[in-house]
T-cell receptor
Framework: AQSVTQPDIHITVSEGASLELRCNYSYGATPYLFWYVQSPGQGLQLLLK??????LVQGIKGFEAEFKRSQSSFNLRKPSVHWSDAAEYFCAVGALSTGGYNKLIFGAGTRLAVHP | EAGVTQFPSHSVIEKGQTVTLRCDPI?????LYWYRRVMGKEIKFLLHFVKESKQDESGMPNNRFLAERTGGTYSTLKVQPAELEDSGVYFCASSQGGRSETQYFGPGTRLLVL
């Protein structure tokens, strides 16, 4: 079955510390992978996506993620967290649907708190 | 350029009532998706329109949910009659084209059924 697992429901880090959010997926074919962020009162905003090519992808706001096929993982990283990064983060896989489109399968989300 | 908009932002209704949610996609986006997040659970796919046609409605939970996209512009999602388990946040997303295109999400409609 297609699924996405985000093992950490809540993470708290200090401002300036590094961050890694974990994501594991289960998908039979080459996955289309996404990280979205939702700040309070906002919609989901795309941070980055991976379809093919270089397995280290750069996104907005200083985030990056690395696709590791052997581990079925797509972890999100940031070298130095800012207070404004406090939000909920969602990993998703694009499952092939009717007509060749994507329907997104999301993980449960990781809520990030940042201490000053 | 305006993003995806959803109306209302919040809705509180009683069990058995009807509620209609609206989504306006980004102008020019043929693809429109509905997703739902029930409290504490994952965001789950409901259905997908290409223009005015339902491309994939495999995620619709039951026949109390009716989605329409007349004229291929905005979409409505009607829940009739609403049940307690329908409470959650309903997200709409739109995209331009195929599989590699980004889905842009609206802020969601928070529905509470009492």
């Amino acid at each position: 079955a297609q699924s996405v697992t985000q093992p950490d429901i809540h993470i708290t880090v200090s401002e300036g510390a590094s961050l890694e959010l974990r994501c594991n997926y289960s998908y039979g074919a080459t996955p289309y992978l996404f990280w979205y962020v939702q700040s309070p009162g906002q919609g989901l905003q795309l941070l980055l996506k991976y379809f093919s090519g270089d397995t280290l992808v750069q996104g907005i706001k200083g985030f990056e993620a690395e696709f590791k096929r052997s581990q079925s993982s797509f972890n999100l990283r940031k070298p130095s967290v800012h207070w404004s990064d406090a939000a909920e983060y969602f990993c998703a896989v694009g499952a092939l649907s009717t007509g060749g489109y994507n329907k997104l399968i999301f993980g449960a989300g990781t809520r990030l708190a940042v201490h000053p | 350029e305006a993003g995806v908009t959803q109306f209302p932002s919040h809705s509180v209704i009683e069990k058995g009532q009807t509620v209609t949610l609206r989504c306006d996609p980004i102008s020019g986006h043929d693809n429109l998706y509905w997703y739902r997040r029930v409290m504490g659970k994952e965001i789950k796919f409901l259905l997908h329109f290409v223009k005015e046609s339902k491309q994939d409605e495999s995620g619709m939970p039951n026949n109390r949910f009716l989605a329409e996209r007349t004229g291929g512009t905005y979409s409505t999602l009607k829940v009739q009659p609403a049940e307690l388990e329908d409470s959650g946040v309903y997200f709409c997303a739109s995209s331009q084209g195929g599989r590699s295109e980004t889905q842009y999400f609206g802020p969601g409609t928070r529905l509470l059924v009492l």
